[in-house]
């Protein structure tokens, strides 16, 4: 999700908090930090602005680890990069381990490994078109018969043509959900169409004091395939109590071809309501779900935390609750978990960026960094008896 979109949005819903599609918003107050391991060292930095590192581990490969992040290298909208029309675009990288040293793609056969962000290239830049013309981010990508499968999020200008903002503007941005498909994660053929998109957005006036559409303005996509189905956790605005909640959408075809997409969860009933910047993985029986929604605090950046959720479906949530800041950084965001196999658990990594901070407040991110913690079997258990509890409790509620 691009710094100013959130910026606009954090300030419209910060100090609302609430849960929502059938999911408890109790443990939004519970502080997990203690439960999470972390040394404070970079994975990944010296760069403008980038964010959200997805990490996929390809088997047998010399460089185990791929991994996507998006946002600015050198210079603000990467104005720096040749061919680049938009502002935010995708970089790709990659690493013999999880803490690096990470190499970063900067172009034909090259890969960085000196950390210096002007020799990176992006993989991906914005189009011509008016659902992608100015933003292309937050990659989420999963390997699957040995190619690589990203959604990712595009901004265009709309129909009218003009930015949000700029005088004549009447419809705003419009944002959505692109899909993507390659056999290298550097060289990627697009969908045709946003394969994900609130068709009512098209031409719309936007929202008071803000770009984003109600119930619309899909973006900020988390994939996974499971059983043949490739199933997608994404962010929409939500107006009144919703703020930016999460949606849930299927392909069970082309993953490129618009028409196979079916959004399930949406509109007026989100998985999760307040859940920005969703990511989702899968550590055994359970589903767990990262965002970094706001807890009150009125500062629009400083108010938003890493929070946790865990699901049996992905449908229904209990929030499980948040983490604290580095020592060094005044707010910690865009989270991306990766999971490694443990001795019958699971081993829970997150990626996440550093704001940078300070006065007046640098809303860029600096840094990348890496916590992770052990989910044994016995936690795995518990959750799912206490979901099950919650389940039957909300059926009874309800009636037939």
Known sequence: MSAVRWAVLAAMCAGAVHAGGGSSDAGRRGDRTALWRRDGRDVLSGFRNLYNLRVVRVEGSRYPYRGWLFGWAVEDCNRNAPGNRGCDAIFAARSRALDGPWEVWSG?????????????????????????????????????????????????????????????????????????????????KRSPEPILIHRPDLGAPHVPHGE?????????????????????????WHPGDGGVSMGYAECRGDFLNPAHWRVL?????????????????????????????????????????ITEAVSADGLRWTVLGFVRADADAPAIHVPEAFVEPLAGGHRLHVFYACQNGGEPYDYRYSRIRRMYRDVLPSETARLARELARTSISERRRKGP
């Open 108 to 188: 034909g056969d090259g890969w960085d490994a000196t950390g210096n962000a002007s020799r990176w290239r992006p993989v991906m830049t914005a189009q011509d078109r008016p659902w992608d013309e100015w933003h292309n981010g937050d990659p989420s990508v999963v390997r699957v018969g040995g190619r690589f499968y990203m959604a990712y999020s595009a901004t265009g200008h709309n129909l009218d043509g003009k930015p949000y903002g700029v005088e004549g503007d009447r419809d705003g941005s419009i944002l959505c959900i692109m899909g993507a498909v390659s056999a290298d994660g550097v060289h990627w």
């Open 212 to 236: 984003s559409h109600a119930f619309g303005s899909y973006h900020r996509p988390s994939l996974l395939h499971e059983r043949g189905v490739f199933r997608l956790w994404f962010d929409y």
């Open 265 to 305: 969860r949406a509109g007026r009933n989100p998985c999760l309501k307040q859940f920005p910047n969703p990511n989702v993985v899968r550590c055994g029986r359970l589903l767990h779900a990262f965002g970094d929604p706001p807890t009150g605090d009125p500062h629009p950046w400083i108010t938003r935390r």
